[in-house]
């Protein structure tokens, strides 16, 4: 986590922008590619800040583990 906090429309079109599907839910966003599924809990009571950080461990994650399901099993 690195401390910076943004809107969730400002992270919602980051997450598109990275061809992400964005759903927002009462206890963050959910983001879901396929079969892979995380979420990014919300960092106010308001539920308009995401943290920066989260919303880059996600997509690293989904990647991730979009690669290593490409991969051929050995």
């Known amino acids: 986590m690195d401390g910076i906090c943004l809107l969730v429309p400002d992270a919602i079109r ?25 979420c ?8 308009s800040l995401v943290d920066r950080g989260d919303t ?9 583990a979009k690669s290593a399901r490409k991969r051929p099993a050995s």
Request: no cysteine.
């Open 56 to 64: 880059d461990d996600a997509l690293w994650r989904l990647r991730r």
């Open 14 to 38: 980051r997450l598109e922008t990275e061809g992400r599907r964005v759903e927002i839910a009462e206890e963050g966003l959910h983001l879901a590619n396929g079969k892979l599924n995380h």
């Open 40 to 47: 990014i809990i919300y960092r106010d009571s308001l539920t």
